[in-house]
């Protein structure tokens, strides 16, 4: 679909084509629409689909078109990062190029007093649109700064990462002081339970729109090592080693992780750094900073960084542990192989990791090839992901006794287990 064939006004459009913008992608012209109508709206799409224009576009139209109050904040947009904030502030300022009439403001942390200083004026002045991050907000909102009560737009994007970072909490005190008329957009890339049950506090019967989660690009090469965990370090001492690695980013789920593996890789003298929500702002946008302009060679992340954050010529992937679910997985190997160049995803799989890896198979319609271990590192388990249940419990071998039931049947409601028919 055209985006001249949706209900945006002339203005808008006129910005979409100077910016070259003439097609919806799937996100944008199943959401738009809905927006427009003043529906609530959950999207659930992965990062790089459109989703920032499907929400912005809209409402800067009826912004635009007017009959809402000049002397307030209309619109409140929030992002779990400053630099999501970054990026929707810059896309706020060429879909709005032809907006006379809209103000908007950024509001997020680690900036210096004066930067303060002009959020808070601002805010005070009644801001069209509102960018902000959680913690940010908050601390204008009990300085008096901001009033809430007069939003017409509330919209949380990347809420399943706002969720992971700990902002439940915040984010749940400024939709309390929302006007019950709000109309509330959520995006998630991914569609946990705590997302499902965010969604039915805050939205009063949305429009559901979700999309496919993308394959990953085909020229990522994708392989595995079946491994111990405390054979991990060694793999990558090996990779280092053979390969001389750079421009690589290595995910970990957990903020410790992402310490001790740094602090191993500087004493193997590899130049590296580590991201993760424990570091100050202007920290992390120092090391995001070190490794774009590659003073660094290795950044050591937690997931803070596979999505929304887009970094040229990551070379290699390496997943120190198996993500969570299927769209993780996509999301931190996709930060390689843009752009049409080549890349590599590596992914450690120890033996509790062994079905989640499997499911990323399955997603995926295909086996992802598994590299033999290092000599020296010894014996690597077998991978069998097939023997353990959903529950995490293990199935029973062939060599364990079958439970003992009445009259030798198998139990109600159960198939006999044909492993143990000797």
């Keep these: 679909m055209l985006f001249e064939e949706l209900d945006l006004n002339d203005n808008i459009l006129d910005a979409l084509y100077d910016m070259r913008f003439t097609t919806c992608t799937p996100i944008q012209e199943k959401c738009i629409d809905e927006i427009l109508q003043h529906r609530d709206v959950l999207g659930v799409a992965q990062t790089g689909t459109g989703k920032t224009a499907a929400y912005l576009l809209p409402i800067l139209s009826m912004l635009d078109d007017g009959g809402f109050p000049d002397d307030a904040v209309n619109c409140i947009i929030i992002g779990p990062t400053r630099e999501l904030a970054q990026q929707i502030d810059q896309a706020m300022q060429g879909f709005g190029y032809y907006l006379e009439n809209i103000s908007s403001v950024a509001v997020y942390g680690g900036n210096d007093g004066s930067r303060f200083d002009q959020e808070t004026k601002g805010l005070s002045m009644g801001a069209n649109v509102v960018i902000a991050t959680p913690g940010r907000l908050i601390s204008h909102i009990k300085m008096g700064h901001v009033d809430l009560k007069r939003v017409s737009f509330f919209v949380l ?14 984010i749940m005190s400024i939709a309390g002081k929302l006007s019950k008329n709000c109309q509330v957009i959520m995006f998630s890339a991914t569609m946990p339970q705590k997302i499902e049950q965010l969604a039915r506090t805050l939205l009063n019967k949305p429009a559901i729109i979700k999309l496919a989660v993308n394959k990953p690009a085909e020229k990522i090469n994708q392989m595995a090592y079946i491994c111990f965990e405390n054979q991990k370090l060694g793999i990558i001492r090996h990779l280092f080693t053979q390969n001389q690695l750079k421009r690589v980013i290595i995910f970990s789920s957990s903020k410790l992780k992402v310490r001790d593996v740094n602090k191993a890789l500087r004493q193997m003298n590899i130049n590296s750094g580590e991201m993760h929500s424990d570091l100050s702002q202007p920290e992390r946008d120092n090391i995001m900073r070190e490794f774009k302009n590659a003073h660094i060679d290795v950044l050591v ?20 542990d198996v993500p969570n679910d299927n769209e993780d997985y996509v999301h931190r190997i996709g930060r390689t192989a843009r752009a049409d160049r080549d890349g590599q995803a590596i992914t450690f799989v120890n033996e509790k990791d062994m079905r989640k890896f499997a499911e990323i198979e399955k997603f995926l319609q295909k086996k992802i090839e598994k590299m033999p271990l290092p000599e020296n590192l010894g014996p690597a388990p077998a991978f069998r992901p097939a023997e353990e249940k959903k529950d995490g419990k293990k199935k029973r071998h062939h060599h364990q006794k079958p439970r003992k039931h009445s009259h030798n049947r198998p139990p109600k409601h159960s198939k006999p287990n044909k492993k143990n028919e000797q």
């Design 157 to 170: 994007d990347e809420a399943d990462r706002m969720l992971d970072m700990g902002f439940s909490e915040d």
């Design 301 to 320: 992340a937690t997931d803070i960084v596979s999505r929304g954050i887009d970094i040229e010529n990551i070379a290699t992937v390496i997943n120190y």
